[in-house]
Antibody, heavy 122, light 108 residues
Framework: QVQLQESGPGLVKPSETLSLTCTVS????????WSWIRQPPGKGLEWIGY???????NNNPSLKSRVTMSVDTSKNQFSLRLSSVTAADTAVYSC????????????????WGQGIMVTVSS | EIVLTQSPGTLSLSPGERATLSCRAS???????LAWYQHKPGQAPRLLIY???SRATGIPDRFSASGSGTDFTLTISRLEPEDFAVYYC?????????FGQGTKVEIK
């Protein structure tokens, strides 16, 4: 059974870079799309972006050029870096696998991590 | 971006009752690329429906969904105790993909 686990610092200072890693266990990271999603306290879910196992990615324009994602197939991990953070970036960050039906990937998410709370504060 | 509006915000029902949740989009998007998720506190969200009406693997048939264009519905035919949770819709037909604000189904 595939499981996802987010890891990284729970506290980041304003203007610094938030870095998170999602470790995939119980299955291969290859041949799937993987996304990051966040939920600020008391607010809705926001899709951040996705990455494919070969490194191609797409981000939410609302985050402009602050987002960088990468994948390490040897470690079965993918990562998120969000630069120049502010208090508005305080949220629970979750990683998720894209649903695949008959070998075709979609933008629905069939497996999610539990999420990690990241607070931006000095 | 496409805004998804879910209604009602909270649904108070008893086990065994029928739940009908609505998700309305601000614009039409591609090919009914709409998903529904169940989310319980302390747990990861669970994919219920993709493609507007297809149940994900292992989802009981008391969950059904329909809709097209801008109006979508998730129906739980008879609520079981484990169905009380928050439900989100999500469109993946037009980037950026967006979520509704959620409907909480609570025990009356």
């Amino acid at each position: 059974q595939v499981q996802l686990q987010e890891s990284g610092p729970g506290l980041v200072k304003p203007s610094e870079t938030l870095s998170l890693t999602c470790t995939v266990s119980g299955g291969s990271i290859s041949s799937y799309y993987w996304s990051w999603i966040r939920q600020p306290p008391g607010k809705g879910l926001e899709w951040i972006g996705y990455i494919y196992d070969r490194g191609s990615s797409n981000n939410n324009p609302s985050l402009k050029s602050r987002v960088t994602m990468s994948v390490d197939t040897s470690k079965n991990q993918f990562s998120l870096r969000l630069s120049s953070v502010t208090a508005a970036d305080t949220a629970v960050y979750s990683c998720a696998r894209h649903h695949k039906w008959e070998l075709v990937s979609s933008g629905a998410f069939d497996i999610w991590g539990q999420g990690i709370m990241v607070t931006v504060s000095s | 971006e496409i805004v998804l509006t879910q209604s009602p915000g909270t649904l108070s029902l008893s086990p065994g009752e029928r739940a009908t949740l609505s998700c309305r989009a601000s614009q039409i998007f591609s090919s009914n690329y709409l998903a529904w998720y169940q989310h319980k506190p302390g747990q990861a969200p669970r994919l219920l429906i993709y493609g507007a009406s297809s149940r994900a693997t292992g989802i009981p048939d008391r969950f059904s969904a329909s809709g097209s264009g801008t109006d979508f519905t998730l129906t739980i035919s008879r609520l079981e105790p484990e169905d009380f949770a928050v439900y989100y819709c999500q469109q993946y037909g037009r980037s950026p993909w967006t979520f509704g604000q959620g409907t909480k189904v609570e025990i009356k």
